[in-house]
């Protein structure tokens, strides 16, 4: 299925000179959502899977249908002051400034086999964020799996260390 087709672009959002990719498009359309959903849980299937994480916000969206397609439990990763019970946290750098996310500090135990998934890999600041918190609480990140890939920014080098995998790239 040509996923790029029902992702919306809409240039100059949020600011000028960006090409903002517009999931939501995608999201409406049940075929490629299904598609979608269904290839991530494919490529996720044989890894004996524990946990799916999925950053704020769009990686809950992802994330979570294909936990329950795998049959693993789902974790989200928030902004500070979002969860309710004891967190550990991890700032990381952005462009212009730093950013932190957060994990309940009994969301993960030792040892389980951890897969994140979201909808893109930019940078590949958030993602990292979100596998050092996975492996501060014991956690082995097996696997990244995203929608869209935006190669020009090389998030992958700044991820090297991981196996990571988009279905679609620009």
Do not use: W
């Amino acid at each position: 299925m040509d996923l790029r087709s029902t992702i919306r672009e809409i240039q100059d959002f949020p600011k000028p000179g960006i090409g903002y990719k517009d999931i939501t498009t995608l999201l409406k359309d049940k075929e490629a959502f299904k598609y979608t959903i269904d290839t991530i849980s494919d490529q996720l299937r044989d890894l004996n899977i524990d946990i799916v994480v999925g950053p704020e916000s769009r990686g809950f969206i992802f994330g979570c249908p294909v936990a329950y397609n795998i049959g693993a439990g789902f974790v989200p990763i928030r902004k500070p002051g979002k969860l309710p019970a004891e967190t550990i946290k991890h700032e990381y750098a952005l462009e212009y400034g730093t950013d932190v996310l957060e994990i309940h500090k009994d969301a993960i135990t030792k040892g389980q086999r951890v897969a994140i998934v979201d909808d893109l890999l930019a940078t590949g600041g958030t993602v990292l964020a979100t596998a050092k918190l996975v492996e501060q609480l014991g956690g082995e990140v097996v696997s990244l799996n995203f929608l869209i890939e935006l190669l020009f920014l090389n998030g992958r080098e700044v991820l090297k260390d991981y196996k990571a995998s988009s279905l679609v790239q620009y």
